[in-house]
C-alpha cells in the first residue's frame, strides 16, 4: 500500500461541518431510511469510590506506572519503571491486593526494563527497553498463571507502550525511538506488529516512516512537527501510545512530540497517513486558560489571543458510536528537551542537545536574549536572531506595541508561560526566519524575530476525533474551569475544595497555581469502557491528580459524570515524608475492568500512580443507563 498523507489540520474544521458529519455517521440527516429508534435511557449517574490499593513504599520513582490485567487468574500486572520490572498483584480481594511475584526483564535482556504491559485472556507482553534505549528492544510473552516465560522476540528502539488486537493474536509496540541525551545517536521511531499466535516463537513486522521521508516539507507545511536536528521523518517521528479498531484492522499511535496521528494498516504492516492535529485557539471563548503561576495565587481563567495550544496527546483509547471509530486523546503536552543537564550545551555547542521550551518573557525581551546565555538559551535559538519581538496587532490586548512587548511578557501575564521557540515566528516564503530591527520593522540586516502567535504545550483537555484525525470535540476550557469551581472536592471523602490547590503539583505541597504557567492540570492516561450500556472515558489529571470520568456515547456531547482525587495531604512540603498518610499523587496509567470480568461482579479502574508509587482501586457504582 502506498503511504498517503492527510493533509487537512484539526484546527480548520468548524463544529457547524464536525456535527453534520458525526450526524450522518450516526444515521442522522435527511433522506435515506429512517433513523432507528434509540433505546430507553435514563441519565447515567456514576461515582467511583476508592475501594483498596497496594504501596509500594516508593515516591517519586516511577514505581507504579502503567497496569494490565487478566480475569482467569484474576491477577493485575503493574509496571513498576524504578525496578524495571513488572509487579504482580493479586487481586482476588480487591479491597487488599497483595504482590505474589514480579516479571523481571534481565532474563530476556540483560540489564533491561519493561516500560509497558498489556494482557490478554492469560498471555501477559511487556515492552522491554534495551540497556542503552536507542538499542532495539524487545517483546516477551509470559503466561499469567505462573508467570513463565514463553518466548520473546526483538522490536524497536524504545518500546514504550504495548497493546492486544482485539482477537488477541496480535500485538503492537509504539518504538518511541527517542534520541540519545546527548541528541548524537537518533534512532527511526516504528510500530511493531507481532503475530503472537505461537508464544514460543512471535514472528515481528514493522510498520516504519521511511516511505515519508521524501514528504518532510509537505508534512511541516501540513502541520506535522518534524523539526529535530538534521532529523529524517523517520527519525523525528515518536509513537507513543497506540489504540486498535473494534475489527483489529487498523491502529492509531499518538505521535505526541509532532502532534499527529499515525494510521496504520495491521494486514499489511504499514503507516498509511499522517495525520496532523493542528492547534487549540486559546483566544476563542470557550478555549481559556490560567497562563500565570506567579499572579498572587489567584485563579485568573481568561482568554489569551495569540497564544495556541498544541494537543500533543499521550495517551488515546478508541470506541465506536453509530458504526464510526472514534479516538478519545489526552492532551497532555510534551516539550522536546535533550541535553538539559549538558553544560556544553547551554555554553553554545549546539550538536550537544536540543531544547525547544522557553518561557515567553525570555523570547520577547526588547532586549534580546543574550542574557539568558550560559543559562537557558538554546543555542539552535541563538542561532536565528538576537531576540524575539510580539507583533502588535495580535498582542495589542496585553500591550504589544512596535519594538516593545510590553506588558504582554509581565508575569502575571504571559510571561512566566511556557512555549516553544520553533514555532509562531514571521518567515520568509523559502522558510527562513523573517528578519525586523528592535523597532518591530521588517529589515534583511535586522536581528530580531517576530512572534505573530505563540504555541503552547498540551490542550489541558481531552478530545473526541474521528478515523481521519478530524476534531469532534474537544473540552476546551472545562477543566481548569471545574477545578476551580466550587463543586469540585478532593480527598476521598470529597471534603477539601479544589480551589484550594487549583493546578498544584504533584510531588509538592501547598503549591495552588504551580503549573498554570506550563500544562495546567496535566491530563496524561485514559481509558474506555461500556457501563450500563453507556461508553464511559477515564481521564487521569498527571499534576492536579484524580480521575475524571465523562460519559462519552455520544460524540458530539459528552457530559462530565464525576471526579476523584483520592490525594489526601495537600499541604506538607515533601509529600514524600508522610508517603503513608499522603494518598495518590500522579495518576498515570489506568484500566478498566468491566463488570463481567471484575472479581466481585461490579467494574472497577484501576490507577497507578507514579508519584506516590501507589496502586489504587476504584468500584465504578452506577444507577440508570440503557434499559
Known amino acids: 500500500m502506498t503511504p498517503r498523507t492527510r493533509w487537512t489540520s484539526a484546527g480548520t474544521l468548524t463544529a457547524t461541518l464536525i456535527a453534520a458529519a458525526v450526524l450522518a455517521a450516526c444515521g442522522g440527516g435527511g433522506g435515506g431510511a429512517a433513523s432507528p429508534t434509540p433505546p430507553t435511557d435514563t441519565p447515567l449517574r456514576v461515582q467511583l469510590e476508592k475501594i483498596g490499593g497496594y504501596s509500594t513504599g516508593l515516591f517519586g520513582v516511577s514505581a507504579a506506572e502503567i497496569p494490565a490485567y487478566d480475569a482467569a487468574s484474576q491477577r493485575l500486572f503493574m509496571v513498576n519503571a524504578q525496578a524495571g520490572k513488572v509487579d504482580v498483584l493479586d487481586l482476588r480481594v480487591p479491597a487488599s491486593p497483595v504482590k505474589i511475584g514480579e516479571i523481571d526483564a534481565t532474563a530476556v535482556l540483560a540489564g533491561a526494563e519493561i516500560n509497558s504491559v498489556a494482557v490478554h485472556d492469560g498471555l501477559v507482553a511487556v515492552a522491554i527497553q534495551a540497556p542503552v534505549k536507542t538499542d532495539p528492544g524487545r517483546v516477551a510473552l509470559f503466561r499469567a498463571a505462573d508467570l513463565a516465560l514463553l518466548g520473546s522476540a526483538t522490536v ?4 514504550d507502550m504495548i497493546t492486544f488486537t482485539p482477537d488477541g493474536r496480535t500485538v503492537l509496540l509504539a518504538n518511541e525511538g527517542e ?15 507481532v503475530d503472537v499466535s505461537t508464544p514460543a516463537t512471535p514472528v515481528v513486522r514493522t510498520a516504519g516512516f521511511s516511505a515519508f521521508n521524501a514528504q518532510k516539507a509537505a508534512l511541516q507545511a501540513a502541520g506535522v512537527r518534524v523539526y529535530g536536528p538534521n532529523a529524517t521523518v523517520a527519525q ?18 499518538t505521535l505526541q512530540e509532532n502532534n499527529a496521528f499515525a494510521k496504520i494498516d495491521i494486514a499489511s504492516a504499514t503507516v498509511t497517513d499522517i495525520l496532523p492535529l493542528g492547534f487549540k485557539d486559546h483566544g476563542a471563548a470557550g478555549n481559556e486558560l490560567d497562563a500565570s503561576d506567579t499572579d498572587g495565587g489567584t485563579i485568573n481563567i481568561r482568554t489569551w489571543p495569540g497564544v495556541r495550544g498544541l494537543y500533543l496527546p499521550d495517551s488515546i483509547a478508541s470506541y ?3 458504526g464510526q471509530t472514534y479516538l478519545v486523546t489526552a492532551n497532555e503536552g510534551d516539550a522536546r528537551a535533550w541535553g538539559e543537564d549538558n553544560a556544553a550545551y547551554w555554553a553554545g555547542d549546539a550538536s550537544k542537545g536540543f531544547v525547544e521550551e522557553f518561557r515567553v518573557k525570555h523570547l520577547v525581551n526588547r532586549s534580546g536574549w543574550a542574557g539568558r546565555a550560559g543559562n537557558d538559551l538554546p543555542p539552535q535559538l541563538n542561532a536565528l536572531a538576537a531576540g524575539g519581538l510580539l507583533d502588535p496587532v495580535t498582542f495589542g490586548h496585553c500591550g504589544a506595541i512596535a519594538g516593545n512587548p510590553g506588558a504582554c511578557r509581565n508575569d502575571e501575564n504571559l510571561g512566566r508561560l511556557n512555549v516553544t521557540w520553533t514555532m509562531g515566528y514571521r518567515t520568509n516564503p523559502d522558510g527562513s526566519p523573517m528578519l525586523f530591527d528592535a523597532t518591530g520593522a521588517a529589515n534583511p540586516a535586522g536581528n530580531r524575530l517576530m512572534y505573530d502567535h505563540l504555541y503552547s504545550y498540551g490542550a489541558r483537555s481531552f478530545s473526541i476525533w474521528n478515523a ?19 463543586d469540585c472536592k478532593l480527598g476521598s471523602a470529597r471534603s477539601i475544595p479544589c480551589a484550594d490547590f487549583f493546578n498544584s503539583g504533584h510531588d509538592e505541597g501547598s503549591a495552588k497555581d ?13 481509558a474506555v469502557g461500556q457501563v450500563n450500556g453507556r461508553t464511559l472515558a477515564f481521564i487521569g ?6 480521575v475524571l470520568v465523562y460519559d462519552i456515547t455520544v ?13 489526601e495531604d495537600w499541604t506538607t512540603a515533601d509529600p514524600g515524608t508522610v508517603l503513608a498518610t499522603a494518598g495518590d499523587l500522579g495518576p498515570e496509567g489506568l484500566v478498566f475492568i468491566p463488570a463481567a470480568r471484575s472479581p466481585i461482579g461490579v467494574p472497577l479502574l484501576v490507577v497507578g500512580n507514579e508519584v506516590s508509587g501507589t496502586t489504587a482501586v476504584y468500584r465504578i457504582n452506577a444507577t440508570g443507563g440503557v434499559r
Open 468 to 486: 481521519d484525525g478530524q476534531l469532534v470535540w474537544d473540552s476546551g476550557a472545562e477543566f481548569e474551569r471545574f477545578l476551580a469551581s466550587a
Open 514 to 526: 504551580s503549573r498554570s504557567d506550563a500544562k495546567g492540570p496535566e491530563p496524561e492516561g485514559i
Open 320 to 322: 465506536s458510536a453509530g
Open 156 to 159: 524497536g528502539a524504545q518500546p
Open 541 to 546: 489529571l498527571e499534576r492536579m491528580g484524580g
Open 555 to 567: 460524540p458530539t456531547a459528552p457530559r462530565r459524570l464525576d471526579y476523584l482525587n483520592t490525594r
Open 179 to 193: 534520541p540519545s541525551d546527548d541528541y548524537q545517536t537518533d534512532p527511526e521511531g516504528s510500530i511493531s506488529i
Open 236 to 253: 523525528d517521528l515518536e509513537p507513543e501510545y497506540i489504540t486498535v479498531s473494534a475489527d483489529g484492522r487498523t491502529a492509531w499511535a
